[in-house]
T-cell receptor
């Protein structure tokens, strides 16, 4: 069954210690997204890749970066996590222009200690 | 800029009763509209979507939604709720095809649905 897979489900990191979250997809979708969802809030788009083209949201902090080495994988790097970065991070994919329906992974819950 | 308003933060419904969750959007052209459901600690599952055509769309789990352009609304309905429907529901708007269609979704703040026995 085609899926969006996020690993790990739960991640604990130390304040200021770089952390990487991963996402993979078997849908062969063109677009991959990263959303941040803080407790009891709506998901907020951080950035997305359309194929190899990176698109950053204007208000995404510089502390957040992303890599997409191939169609299937996308990574979220947090260079120096702060306590305010604790959140659920959701990866999503879509085909893009043909169909903007987004398929979401189960998320990674990040705790910063 | 596009935006989504879900005016009800919490809704409590008795099991077996009907449900309507409200959603209003702001978008300059024809939007793509979605309803997602999220259980605690989980990702988002798509319930239904509207791109064009029939303004009444059917989704999974017995949900439906009606697009009303004149009211800029996309309300979610279910005729009879089950205890398993308790969750967070998010309405979202995406850029229409003419705009490229890949810039991600803008979500409402969500409605927390509580089911009373």
């Amino acid at each position: 069954d085609a899926m969006v897979i996020q690993n790990p489900r739960y991640q604990v990191t130390q304040f200021g210690k770089p952390v990487t979250l991963s996402c993979s997809q078997t849908l062969n979708h063109n677009v991959m997204y990263w959303y941040q969802q803080k407790s009891s809030q709506a998901p907020k788009l951080l950035f997305h890749y359309y194929d190899k083209d990176f698109n950053n949201e204007a208000d995404t902090p510089d502390n957040f970066q992303s890599r997409r080495p191939n169609t299937s994988f996308c990574f979220l790097d947090i260079r120096s996590p702060g306590l305010g970065d604790a959140a659920m991070y959701l990866c999503a994919t879509s085909r893009g222009k043909e169909d903007t329906e987004s398929r979401f992974g189960s998320g990674t819950r990040l705790t910063v200690v | 800029a596009q935006s989504v308003t879900q005016p009800d933060i919490h809704i409590t419904v008795s099991e077996g009763a009907s449900l309507e969750l409200r959603c209003n959007y702001s978008y300059g052209a024809t939007p793509y509209l979605f309803w997602y459901v999220q259980s605690p600690g989980q990702g988002l599952q798509l319930l239904l979507k509207y791109f064009s055509g029939d303004t009444l769309v059917q989704g999974i789990k017995g949900f439906e939604a009606e697009f009303k352009r004149s009211q800029s609304s996309f309300n979610l309905r279910k005729p009879s709720v089950h205890w398993s429907d308790a969750a967070e529901y998010f309405c979202a708007v995406g850029e229409g095809y003419s705009g490229g269609g890949a810039d991600g979704l803008t979500f409402g703040k969500g409605t927390h649905l509580i089911i009373q026995p």
